[in-house]
């Protein structure tokens, strides 16, 4: 499966932005789904996950209650809903494509990513 991500821009403190992540290929419904990012100077790091469904969902305790992941079936993509963004959620976020279950681990497939910046 390829991934393109997007939706990436600047934003201040405090507002909101969404990515999308749109699949390639006809079994996107197979697998689980996760965003990750990675800020300048340190390591990639998860932010959430979610089941092929839909119905369940993991964060990052940094991303917990601000940031909502929710993915549509029919149309390929999964989105990750960013609110009350801090300057420290300011990185290059992935999106990424894992057979099974949802999980902090273990992503098969890579998109692009796309930069997010949060000013101050």
């Known amino acids: 499966v390829q991934l393109q991500a997007s939706g990436g821009g600047l934003v201040q403190a405090g507002g909101s932005l969404r990515l999308s992540c749109a699949a390639s290929g006809r079994t996107f419904s197979s697998y689980a789904m996760g965003w990750f990012r990675q800020a300048p100077g340190k390591e990639r790091e998860f932010v959430g996950s979610?089941?092929?469904?839909?119905?369940?969902?993991l964060y990052a305790d940094s991303v917990k209650g601000r940031f909502t992941i929710s993915r549509d079936n029919a149309k390929n993509t999964v989105y990750l809903q960013m609110n009350s963004l801090k300057p420290e959620d300011t990185a290059v976020y992935y999106c990424?494509?894992?057979?099974?279950?949802?999980?902090?681990?273990?992503?098969?497939?890579w998109g692009q990513g796309t930069l997010v910046t949060v000013s101050s």
């Open positions: 979610i089941s092929t469904t839909g119905s369940s969902t």
């Open positions: 990424a494509a894992r057979s099974g279950t949802y999980s902090r681990y273990d992503y098969d497939y």
